[in-house]
């Protein structure tokens, strides 16, 4: 009899020991997946002292996701579009910089922060087109360091951050397709002013670069829209890309800002020409936009056909060039 005891005694210590180790299992398996790899509220920004500092007493632990992107634009918006004090460059700077503290490219944005960043951003609509662009952005890489304070040139102070951090927000922005739009539109009335700026008696380099740099921005941002849909299945993939012609042309991306007869022109000549395309095409034509706002400029000055031929090679290959440095 003492013998079948212990007999049946042994598998239920077992189970116990079993139970007890599966429960011990779950929990660490709980910590890892909601403990230690959970995101903080609104990416740890409202906590942070360097945004707490710059953006103002609104911002403390605990403000929620929409109160404190309300104060990032408020904080980093200037009186007139483009134009900045250090403090307002210098807001939105150190939430740039926290964000991409990490990995930019792995950066995932709290959606409540998605449209109000890209609205900030859009503010400083010279200085993202210049990051974007890439050609002659000396001034920008050299004062780009996280430490390195807003500088001030044509009176106001610009926004510098490194490459890899604008961009890496901005994929995570545009996770939003409005967000997106936004910035497209920033970008293209930024490229239509210029473009019409360029004088009438420009050759050589002052000719090629607004056209090439322009490229190189609008190249970068359709890179960053195959990213944001890369690994999508085909129906996500057409709601973004619908949503983003959409918000183009009902106006809804217009930020604010006034443009010249002549700007004001290429950019309407541009969206009449999206709005006429297909469904089907409209979102293909974003890719063409470079070369697109180029012709249009070139015919407007009249440009010889020759002249004409080899800058628009140009633009391509530089909007083509800027789309391959962009990483899925």
Known sequence: MPQETSSRTTPAKAFIVLGLCLALLGGVGAWLLLGRGAAEPCNGLAGDERVQKSVGAAVSPGTSCAALAEAIVNASAGNAP??????????????????????????????????????????????????????????????AAPQAPPWQSDGTHHLTVLPDTLRGIVRAVAQDPEAYALLRMTETRTTAQRLAAVPADAANYSLSVPPTESARALGILDGIADAVTHGKDKRQVRVWRTAVVDTLLDGQASPKSAQDPPAAHLTAAWLQNLKNASQEERFDRLRTQGVDMAREWAQERKMDEQTQQGLLAKVERSALSAYREVEL
Do not use: C, N, W
């Open 82 to 143: 483009g134009r900045h004090t250090q403090a307002q460059a210098q807001a939105l700077k150190d939430v740039l910089v926290v964000l991409g503290s990490e990995d930019p490219a792995k950066l995932t944005l709290d959606p409540a922060l998605r449209v109000p960043l890209a609205t900030a951003l859009a503010d400083y609509a010279p200085d993202l087109h210049e990051m974007l662009g890439g050609i002659g952005i000396t001034d920008f890489l050299a004062k």
